[in-house]
């Protein structure tokens, strides 16, 4: 009875879990202080990717240069995207600054063809696969779960226990109150920006590791991190975490059963049918 | 005076492809056509605030239905085509009626729609056993081969599918002017300004919403199966999925959703623009013509949130040139998405 693929399957759905925390962090807290949804997240992942390829691979600079970089680097798109695309439209109704992140993403999309091409890319780098009492599971993604876990406490203390970070919090709650207070809201808006970047470019860093940099690369794992956000309930970390890992589990137990398309497939409905019944997501107090 | 100008752009949209014009311009009339249809009953929702992400299933779900039923079957298009599209009302139905009902609006119901586009495309590549999955599929020749084959739907002269494409587009143009006039354009307009306000003064808003998504699901499954007969390949990238549901927004906002020429008028100048930059670029420098692309439609969303249509329109009118007794739709404030409501 007792199935030991199965647990192996389980085992790996945990840890994808954490790759997907660790993406939907960012976006998350994007989403609920500035309360814009970027559709262009994956984007800025692959942006972080191809700096690490760059710097890593076509540069020769080693990877503890190239990771810090890309943070660096993602967190800076991070500020422009917010001060050059969203800033502009910030008063205008919510679905337009979706939509301008939606050109954003062609952009960038198209960017990066243009200047490394369609090809898959990788730094050459693979990691072991580790055996705990005859499971196999890859170091990568034990690797994504332990930053991911590190990258949501990080974030929780920086939320709590910094003075910049009770605003980023204050501004979450009511944005007009707090700018009526004496808030400079335009400056908290960009620090999110720049720290949702910055969680992107660490997201981005766990990936290259695992998978193939192309340009089209966000679509495959984009659309997921935006239902993980919205189940979680908007700005709510520990329900987008909690979130992610239900989401990983139906991913890699569906995989098992079925195959991996179905098993998005039934994540996506999985979503649409929580949509409707606690549209504020699933953990979300009622208020 | 009006009348006359609209007729005689008719007889030159009917008399062109008789002039015998090149075969890609003809291509490129066909796909504009056809995405301007698309557009337009894409806009029969988005100029009332409900914003779907995910018309690409709508697309797909028509034409893989009239081809699998065409390949595995052998059932004539003509026969497929309605099944196709009662499929898209079952789907914008069960997403629709939910949705509507519970009152997800503005951004989550983008999100919802997004999330149906992505079941859709990837139920297509599991269904790779009849699908073809990523590979695509082809639908099957006509047997006998022959060069007119209304059967089938497939010619190998591209001006049937320039009839066809025309007709359908007046189709999508004629149910806009329908929506215009009716009832339901004041119910909609009124619940994408206050929903709760609307139900008081005893506006079904449910139905109204259910109503607008089912006309424009149905029609856009019918621009999906035109392209995908006259493309003669399918492929559930290309057809479902967040990149093609963006790019029909993106067609409708850059012509301006408010009015009824506007998403054709997007779908010209999205389909012209990307041509001549990629016969401009060439096979060098590629990306640079979607990298530009990119570009004009975030400072399209910025800076001319209802499109060139509607920003002409709009400066005709202040410099007071068209008489004001024609309005046909009076500018409006752009307003999508009501997503204060929560």
Known sequence: MFDFFLLEAILNGLLFGGVLALLSLGLNLVFGVVDVVWIAYAELVMVGMYIIYTVNILLGWPLYVAAPLSIVGVSIVGLLVHRLVIEPILNTPPINQLLATGGLLFFLQSFATLIFGSQFRNIGLSLPVVEFFELYVSFARLLAFGVALVGIVGLYLFLRRTYIGTAIRAVAQDREMMGLMGVDTRKVYLITSAVGGALAGLASILLVLQQDVHPFIGLTFGPITFMICVLGGLGNLFGGFIAAFVISQVISIGSFYVSTELSYVIAFVLFIVAMFFRPEGLFQRRS | MKRWLLLAGLAVLVAAPFA???????????????????????????????????????????????????????????????????????????????????????????????????????????????????????????????????????????????????????????????????????????????????????????????????????????????????????????????????????????????????????????????????????????????????????????????????????????????????????????????????
């Open chain 2, 20 to 342: 015998h014009p090149p075969q890609y311009f003809l291509h490129l009339a066909i796909l504009i056509l056809i995405w301007g249809m698309i557009g337009t009953s894409w806009a029969f929702m988005g100029r009332f605030g409900l914003v779907s992400l995910g018309h690409g299933g709508f697309v797909a779900v028509g034409v893989y239905t009239t081809a699998l039923l065409w390949n595995v079957y052998g059932l004539m298009p003509w026969v497929g085509i309605p099944v196709g599209i009662a499929i898209s009302l079952v789907l914008a139905l069960a997403i629709g009626y939910p949705a509507f009902r519970f009152r997800v609006v503005g951004h989550y119901f983008a999100l919802v729609t997004l999330a149906m586009g992505e079941v859709v495309r990837l139920s297509i590549i599991a269904a790779r056993d009849v699908t073809g999955g990523s590979l695509g599929m082809t639908p099957a020749r006509v047997q006998p081969p022959t060069d007119v084959s209304w059967y089938a739907l497939q010619f190998t002269d591209k001006r049937y599918f320039y009839f066809l494409a025309l007709g359908a587009w007046l189709l999508a143009l004629w149910v806009w002017g329908r929506i215009d006039r009716s009832m339901a354009r004041s119910a909609l307009e009124a619940i994408s300004e206050d929903e709760v306000a609307s139900a008081s003064v005893g506006i079904h808003v449910t139905w109204q919403k259910l109503r607008v998504t089912l006309i424009s699901a149905a029609m856009t499954s019918l621009g999906g199966m035109l392209l995908g007969w006259y493309n003669q390949y399918l492929n559930p990238d290309s057809l479902s999925g967040i990149g093609i549901s963006l790019e029909i927004v993106f067609a409708a906002i850059v012509g301006g959703m408010y009015m009824a020429p506007g998403p054709t008028i997007g779908a010209l100048l999205t389909i012209s623009f990307r041509e001549s930059l990629r016969t401009y670029f060439g096979v060098q420098l590629i990306g640079m013509a979607e990298t530009l692309y990119g570009l004009l439609l975030i400072l399209f969303i910025i800076f001319m949130p209802r499109g060139i249509y509607g920003a002409l329109y709009e400066w005709v009118q202040r410099r007071g040139q068209t008489p004001p007794k024609t309005p046909v739709a009076p500018p409006r404030e752009p307003r999508p998405g009501t997503a204060e409501a929560r």
